[in-house]
T-cell receptor, first 113, second 115 residues
Framework: AQTVTQSQPEMSVQEAETVTLSCTYD???????LFWYKQPPSRQMILVIR??????QNATENRFSVNFQKAAKSFSLKISDSQLGDAAMYFC??????????FGKGTLLTVNP | SQTIHQWPATLVQPVGSPLSLECTVE??????LYWYRQAAGRGLQLLFY??????ISSEVPQNLSASRPQDRQFILSSKKLLLSDSGFYLC??????????????FGPGTRLLVL
C-alpha cells in the first residue's frame, strides 16, 4: 500500500520570505510520480508541480521548487518570495501503477503581510 | 484545450432525498475519470474511478454510486442521502492513453449540504 505523510498541519511565512513544506511517502513501486497540489479558499485543486521518480533533477516551476530525496522517500516543496496569493492548503500526492493518486492530509499555509 | 465542468456548484438537500452530481470533460477522449469527497478541513477521499464507459471501480462501500453513460460524462448518485454525505465533491480526469502517471486535473467542485 502507498502512504503519504505531511507532518505539518499548518505553516506560516512572511510575505517575500521562503517556506518549505514537508512530505514523506512510502511505496514499493520503482516507477511513480509525485505531485504538489494547491487548494485555495475557492477549493479547486490546482497542480503546482510534479516530479518523475526516475528523474534525478528536482522539478522547478517559477517560485516553486522541490527537493526530491528518493532514498529517503522525501519530497518537500519550497516556495520562494512568498506572495499573499500563495495562502492555501497544499497537498502532496503519490501516483503509482493503479490509476490512483494517494494524497497526504495537507498543510495549511498562511502568508502574513 | 481541455476543460472539466461540474454541476451544480452548490446543493442543499434533505436527508433521504436522491442525489445526482454531474461531471463532464471537454477537449479530450477516453479520459480516466475520478470522484473524490473532501470533508471540511480534511484530505481527499477517492470514491470512484473509471477507465472507460461502463467501467466503474468503487473505493469505499457506502450509499453512493457512480455511472459513466458517455465517454466524457461521469455521474455520482445516491438513492437516499445521509447526513454524513455532506462535503465537497471533486471530479478529476487524466488522459486515458498515457497510463497511470498522468497528472490529475480537477473540476471546480460541488458543495453538498445534507440537512
Amino acid at each position: 500500500a502507498q502512504t503519504v505523510t505531511q507532518s505539518q498541519p499548518e505553516m506560516s511565512v512572511q510575505e517575500a520570505e521562503t517556506v518549505t513544506l514537508s512530505c514523506t511517502y512510502d511505496t514499493s513501486e520503482s516507477d511513480y510520480y509525485l505531485f504538489w497540489y494547491k487548494q485555495p479558499p475557492s477549493r479547486q485543486m490546482i497542480l503546482v508541480i510534479r516530479q518523475e521518480a526516475y528523474k534525478q533533477q528536482n522539478a522547478t516551476e517559477n517560485r516553486f521548487s522541490v527537493n526530491f530525496q528518493k532514498a529517503a522517500k522525501s519530497f518537500s516543496l519550497k516556495i520562494s518570495d512568498s506572495q499573499l496569493g500563495d495562502a492555501a492548503m497544499y497537498f502532496c500526492a503519490l501516483g503509482g501503477s493503479n490509476y490512483k493518486l494517494t494524497f497526504g492530509k495537507g498543510t495549511l499555509l498562511t502568508v502574513n503581510p | 484545450s481541455q476543460t472539466i465542468h461540474q454541476w451544480p456548484a452548490t446543493l442543499v438537500q434533505p436527508v433521504g432525498s436522491p442525489l445526482s452530481l454531474e461531471c463532464t470533460v471537454e477537449g479530450t477522449s477516453n479520459p480516466n475519470l475520478y470522484w473524490y469527497r473532501q470533508a471540511a478541513g480534511r484530505g481527499l477521499q477517492l470514491l470512484f474511478y473509471s477507465v472507460g464507459i461502463g467501467q466503474i471501480s468503487s473505493e469505499v462501500p457506502q450509499n453512493l454510486s457512480a455511472s459513466r453513460p458517455q465517454d466524457r460524462q461521469f455521474i455520482l448518485s445516491s438513492k437516499k442521502l445521509l447526513l454524513s454525505d455532506s462535503g465537497f465533491y471533486l471530479c478529476a480526469w487524466t488522459p486515458g492513453t498515457s497510463g497511470y502517471q498522468e497528472t490529475q486535473y480537477f473540476g471546480p467542485g460541488t458543495r453538498l449540504l445534507v440537512l
